[in-house]
């Protein structure tokens, strides 16, 4: 079955940086866009980064130049690179994939940024 797991969050300072990956199972990774999400208390689920699978880039305003989304088919992981975080920053982080028109979400990981 589709699976989708995060990780590499944590606590970190403003203006540090952290990776999350998301490692995908269960379906041809490589044939699937794939998007970072993030989920702040009280705030609706938003886009923060999309890679296309001939590794087209978008990313939300508020992370342009910041945050670099990545993907490594060989792997079967993507990435987001986090670069001067800043407090708003703070939040679940999602990956989602769209397959045969369902959406799989993966658990999320908390991303914490705070002096």
């Known amino acids: 079955q589709v699976q989708l797991v995060e990780s590499g969050g944590g606590l970190v300072q403003p203006g540090g940086s952290l990776r999350l990956s998301c490692a995908a199972s269960?379906?041809?990774?490589?044939?699937?866009?794939i998007g970072w999400y993030r989920q702040a208390p009280g705030k609706q689920r938003e886009l923060v980064a999309l890679?296309?699978?001939?590794?087209?880039?978008t990313y939300t305003d508020s992370v342009k130049g910041r945050f670099t989304i990545s993907r490594d088919n060989a792997k079967k992981t993507a990435y987001l690179q986090m670069n001067s975080l800043q407090l708003e920053d703070t939040a679940v982080y999602y990956c989602?994939?769209?397959?045969?028109?369902?959406?799989?979400w993966g658990q999320g990981t908390q991303v914490t940024v705070s002096s």
């Open positions: 269960g379906f041809t990774f490589s044939s699937y866009a």
């Open positions: 989602k994939t769209t397959r045969e028109l369902r959406d799989y």
């Open positions: 890679i296309t699978t001939g590794r087209t880039t």
